[in-house]
T-cell receptor, first 113, second 116 residues
Framework: GENVEQHPSTLSVQEGDSAVIKCTYS??????FPWYKQELGKGPQLIIDIRSNVGEKKDQRIAVTLNKTAKHFSLHITETQPEDSAVYFC????????????FGKGTTLSVSS | DVKVTQSSRYLVKRTGEKVFLECVQDMDHENMFWYRQDPGLGLRLIYFSYDVKMKEKGDIPEGYSVSREKKERFSLILESASTNQTSMYLCASSKGLRTSSYNEQFFGPGTRLTVL
């Protein structure tokens, strides 16, 4: 079945630096890749997503890139701010499982000012 | 705004008890999901449902069952709670037909269950 690996598990950056989180997936039939942000005490919230017919998508300081050949996708956060500190999860669609997703294990991002 | 609510934020139960976790969404979403979240393991899918009275097993269904009698409500049941089911349980919902394009999953705040 589908498997998603996420790296790194923790990431510490200084305010204003960029942060990059990488994920790989195993099933080439997966076609939807969302990223979720989870703040302390809250449920995850979608921040950006990309579908397999697109190589890159950007929304202000956040961008996601997808390399279908290599089966990996990445989240890029530029000009990081303390409020970006949270746990970030990547996910991939599960082929033949409707709209279900499989999630990576998460990256704890700490932005220090 | 889409709202997904879970019946309890914190719950403490004893080994062997039958436990019900309730989830309600107010946006007429077809799909609903139950995950458990454990440190270092991320979110793991337990069960999901794409219609009333329909259910599909996720990655870790053992020890759990679900019920969806109404579109807005999806219940997770621990038939006989065990200590290894101590975890954070997250419910989510999304629009869309079972085999159509993917849509954003909206999560509830979670229920932290402790089984003693």
């Amino acid at each position: 079945g589908e498997n998603v690996e996420q790296h790194p598990s923790t990431l510490s950056v200084q305010e204003g630096d960029s942060a990059v989180i990488k994920c790989t997936y195993s099933d080439s039939a997966s076609n939807y890749f969302p990223w979720y942000k989870q703040e302390l005490g809250k449920g995850p919230q979608l921040i950006i997503d990309i579908r397999s017919n697109v190589g890159e998508k950007k929304d202000q300081r956040i961008a996601v890139t997808l390399n279908k050949t290599a089966k990996h996708f990445s989240l890029h956060i530029t000009e990081t701010q303390p409020e970006d500190s949270a746990v970030y999860f990547c996910a991939a669609s599960i082929p033949q499982a409707g709209t279900a997703l499989i999630f990576g294990k998460g990256t704890t991002l700490s932005v220090s000012s | 705004d889409v709202k997904v609510t879970q019946s309890s934020r914190y719950l403490v139960k004893r080994t062997g008890e039958k436990v019900f976790l309730e989830c309600v969404q107010d946006m007429d979403h077809e799909n609903m999901f139950w995950y458990r979240q454990d440190p270092g393991l991320g979110l793991r899918l337990i069960y999901f449902s794409y219609d009333v009275k329909m259910k599909e097993k996720g990655d870790i269904p053992e020890g759990y069952s679900v019920s969806r009698e109404k579109k807005e409500r999806f219940s997770l049941i621990l038939e006989s709670a065990s200590t290894n089911q101590t975890s954070m349980y997250l419910c989510a919902s999304s629009k869309g037909l079972r085999t159509s394009s993917y849509n954003e999953q909206f999560f509830g705040p979670g229920t932290r269950l402790t089984v003693l």
